[in-house]
């Protein structure tokens, strides 16, 4: 059964950083990329960025390109997702997931939990 | 970025009803568009992939439809469980969402 897990809600104070990880299970993790969203109270997801744990080649969206930082170990089969100079509107809900592409495929198939940061001074 | 744009943002439905949901592109993504199901609290779920294709276990009732720029996801016979919201993401460029439609208990 595949699984991806991540790392508990965080409290931060404006300009800290902040890394959340995505544990991955029950499948080789080298197969899939691993997307970054974050989802605002009440609103739509926004991609930030993806990681290949292949090589650990990683693209950013524009918007987040200055702040946020994509690795992964595949010694434990981890993504982590870390973003710096917070501000009060980084406050969302931050999600990794599996992406999967082939043949007429193009979706994100297993989701993290979710977790929750919450910026505020 | 392509910008998606559903509609409506909203609905009040009972159980049985047939619901419809459109997504619209802002150019052609030929059928690169997918369905989610988010309930509060949770992440989503894929229900559709390739604009038509039902997800592993996904029930029946769910289809969806369209390619280019305009796309619809039809639930028939709403059942309690699907009360939730519905976003569409198109695969054509870097991922980009619909804003969500939120399907309601009339």
């Known amino acids: 059964q595949e699984h991806l897990v991540q790392s508990g809600s965080e409290v931060k104070s404006p300009g800290a950083s902040v890394k959340v990880s995505c544990k991955t299970s029950?499948?080789?993790?080298?197969?899939?990329?691993i997307y970054w969203f974050r989802q605002a109270p009440g609103q739509g997801l926004e991609w930030m960025g993806w990681v290949t744990p292949r090589n650990g080649g990683a693209n950013y969206a524009q918007k987040f390109r200055d702040r946020v930082t994509l690795t992964r170990d595949t010694a434990i089969s981890i993504a982590y997702m870390e973003l710096s100079g917070l501000k009060s509107d980084d406050t969302a809900v931050y999600y990794c997931?599996?992406?999967?592409?082939?043949?007429?495929?193009?979706?994100?198939?297993?989701w993290g939990q979710g977790t929750l940061v919450t910026v505020s001074s | 970025d392509i910008q998606m744009t559903q509609s409506p943002s909203s609905l009040s439905a009972s159980v049985g009803d047939t619901v419809t949901i459109s997504c619209r592109a802002s150019q052609s993504i030929s059928n690169y568009l997918s369905w989610y199901q988010q309930k509060p609290g949770k992440a989503p779920k894929v229900l559709i992939y390739?604009?038509?294709s039902l997800h592993t276990a996904v029930p029946s009732r769910f289809s969806g439809s369209g390619s280019g720029t305009d796309f619809t996801l039809t639930i028939r016979g709403l059942q309690p469980e699907d009360f939730a919201t519905y976003f569409c993401q198109q695969g054509y460029s870097t991922p980009t969402f619909g804003q969500g439609t939120k399907v309601e208990i009339k």
């Open positions: 390739g604009a038509t």
């Open positions: 997931a599996r992406y999967v592409l082939g043949v007429g495929k193009d979706y994100f198939d297993q």
């Open positions: 029950g499948y080789n993790f080298y197969d899939n990329y």
